[in-house]
Nanobody, 114 residues
Framework: VQLQACGGGLVQAGGSLRLSCHAS????????MDWYRQAPGKQRELVAT???????NYTGSVQGRFTISRDNVRRTVSLQMNSLKLEDTATYYCRTVSRLRDFWGQGTLVTVSS
C-alpha cells in the first residue's frame, strides 16, 4: 500500500487549501480513509475520517471549515480546508488501515500566516 499526499503550501489566515492523497496497492473503495495532522511540538491528531460508505467525522476544531471527500475512481481522498487559522499550521498525513496494518502518507506541510 502506498499513500501519496500533496497540496500543502503557504496560505494566509482565512484562505483555503485542498489536500489530496492518492492510494495504490489496496482495494481503495472498501477502506476508511483518515487525515491526521501534527503541529510542531504537538502530538499527531485525527482531523477527519471518511468511511467506505462516505460517512464523515471531524475533530471539533475543524468542523464546518474542513470537508473530507473521496473519489473511488481516482483512488483519491481529499481535504478541502477553508477559513484557515494560524493553529491549522501542521504537517498533514493521510492514513488507512489495510489487512490490519497502518499505512501513512509522507505528509504535506500546511503553513498558515497572519
Amino acid at each position: 500500500v502506498q499513500l501519496q499526499a500533496c497540496g500543502g503550501g503557504l496560505v494566509q489566515a482565512g484562505g483555503s487549501l485542498r489536500l489530496s492523497c492518492h492510494a495504490s496497492g489496496m482495494l481503495f473503495r472498501d477502506n476508511t480513509m483518515d487525515w491526521y495532522r501534527q503541529a510542531p511540538g504537538k502530538q499527531r491528531e485525527l482531523v477527519a475520517t471518511i468511511t467506505s460508505s462516505r460517512n464523515t467525522n471531524y475533530t471539533g476544531s475543524v468542523q464546518g471549515r474542513f470537508t473530507i471527500s473521496r473519489d473511488n475512481v481516482r483512488r483519491t481522498v481529499s481535504l478541502q480546508m477553508n477559513s484557515l487559522k494560524l493553529e491549522d499550521t501542521a504537517t498533514y498525513y493521510c492514513r488507512t488501515v489495510s489487512r490490519l496494518r497502518d499505512f501513512w502518507g509522507q505528509g504535506t506541510l500546511v503553513t498558515v500566516s497572519s
